[in-house]
């Protein structure tokens, strides 16, 4: 919860307290002063907190407070459904994501492997889009997908590379829509979050082409969607060229991505 911030939103925005209210609990993203209110209440917290420290927790009706925190991953019911107004209020040093209104730990920060891999592919995929239409955007970078079937707002994923064509579905906050390719870098820890949880998530969202670049055997996959499934292309490995479908004259030499790889330790 925004615990604490509705008196301190008042003052800084002057906006009245029963839309603070209703904009901090329920969310809006079709309200501008809503919009407005939750934005500031994050900046408040981000200003309070420098790390996990609690904040205070205010009643708006009385506006009685006490201390309690609210920033710690653990202290979440890890159990529940949570959407992307929950996710807004967070502030944790962990990194995490929301899928189908499961909290989800992402693994520890990237490693320098995973740095190296990312700088290549983005001077690449840069490289490609400079003066095309398409939009290129790195993590983090919240993505709310929305998938059918499930409540809305309920997925939000943080892709290490994403393409995105309909820049309509672009805001301040991110992505609101399906990307149409997603690259995902594959870490310690992190592979069946990716080659299994994430496959599906995209699958079924309708992403149209997922690229997943594996380190430990020096390959990328390619799967492209084909009705409501995807097909995966052959395995690239170094000395091929990765070459999806959706960008046809798009090419990455395989061996440049891990050119600069260090021994793992």
Request: with cysteine.
């Amino acid at each position: 919860m925004f615990h604490g911030l509705h008196k301190a939103v008042h003052e800084r925005t002057g906006i009245s307290l029963p839309v603070i209210h209703k904009a901090l609990s329920e969310g809006d993203d079709r309200s501008p002063k809503k919009m407005e209110a939750i934005r500031v209440a994050i900046e408040i917290i981000r200003e309070r907190e420098h790390g996990l420290y609690p904040i205070l927790n205010e009643d708006p009706e009385n506006h009685n407070t006490a201390a309690e925190p609210v920033s710690e991953y653990g202290r979440l019911d890890l159990n529940g459904d949570y959407n992307y107004w929950d996710y807004l209020k967070w502030s944790f040093l962990e990194r995490v994501e929301l899928i189908m209104g499961k909290v989800v730990k992402m693994s520890p920060a990237p490693n320098l492997n995973h740095q190296l891999i990312v700088r290549v592919t983005n001077r690449y995929f840069d490289q490609f889009f400079l003066g095309k239409p398409c939009g290129l955007f790195y993590a983090p970078f919240d993505v709310r997908l929305p998938i059918p079937g499930a409540k809305k707002d309920s997925t939000v994923v943080q892709p290490d590379l994403c393409v995105v064509c309909d820049l309509k579905k672009v805001d301040q906050r991110g992505c609101f829509g399906v990307p149409d390719l997603i690259v995902e870098i594959l870490s310690p820890g992190n592979s069946r979050h990716d080659l299994d949880v994430k496959f599906k998530l995209y699958e079924k969202a309708g992403v149209k082409e997922y690229w997943i670049v594996q380190p430990a055997e020096r390959t990328v996959l390619i799967y492209c969607l084909e009705g409501k499934n995807y097909v995966g292309l052959r395995p690239f490995t170094e000395g091929m060229e990765a070459n999806g479908r959706l960008f046809r004259d798009f090419f990455i030499p395989v061996e440049e991505l891990f050119r600069y790889l260090q021994a793992e330790k």
